[in-house]
């Protein structure tokens, strides 16, 4: 996803894109055994209104997209089931747009709209930061419900092995302040 950015003209603020390598890891469970799904391919934007010293008092803007076959598995069969039930070919992206978000301490509660397989849903999720040197380092994670979003979770071997509804969705990127 290609992002564009604006200067913003008032004192304080900053924009943030990612910076090296972005980490999202999916994690469940099924009948057989736990999994996990991972993917270096997401893109984070990011506004905040900063102190002198650099650290955030306020985030105003954030926007999240992964490419959802970016998500890899060690089995490719567990892929391909994962992808039919996301519906892919039709919904390529897992997106996060942020409504609202309050920042306490090294924490920022994030209140936004979380949409997977074409379905929308206000989520919330705490994240934890740590600034240095006109980066932040945020990492968090979520549990949700598969079918909260119509995500049928996959089956294995004809229904034999099933996957847990319940799953939890991590994540770990470094922020960079853009420097226009």
């Not at 920042?103 to 740590?130: F, W």
């Not at 600034?131 to 990492?139: G, H, W």
């Amino acid at each position: 996803m290609a992002a564009a950015f604006v200067v913003l003209s008032a004192a304080g603020q900053a924009n943030y894109r990612q910076s090296g390598t972005s980490t999202v890891m999916i994690a469940g469970t099924s009948t057989m055994h736990d999994w996990t799904m991972t993917s270096t391919g997401a893109s984070y934007n990011a506004t905040f209104e900063v102190n002198a010293d650099g650290t955030p008092s306020k985030l105003t803007m954030v926007a999240f997209t992964l490419a959802a076959e970016s998500l890899k598995s060690k089995e490719k069969a567990m892929d391909k089931n994962a992808y039919k039930s996301l519906n892919t070919d039709k919904y390529k992206d897992i997106s996060f747009q942020l409504t609202s978000s309050k920042i306490t301490g090294k924490t920022i509660t994030c209140i936004g709209n979380l949409t997977i397989s074409g379905t929308t849903k206000p989520v919330e999720v705490d994240v934890t930061y740590e600034a240095k040197n006109n980066t932040l380092v945020c990492k968090g994670s979520k549990k949700i419900k598969m079918t909260d979003f119509k995500v049928e979770p996959p089956s294995f071997m004809f229904g034999t092995i099933k996957t847990g509804d319940e799953i939890t969705i991590s994540f770990d990127v470094t922020l960079s302040q853009i420097k226009l």
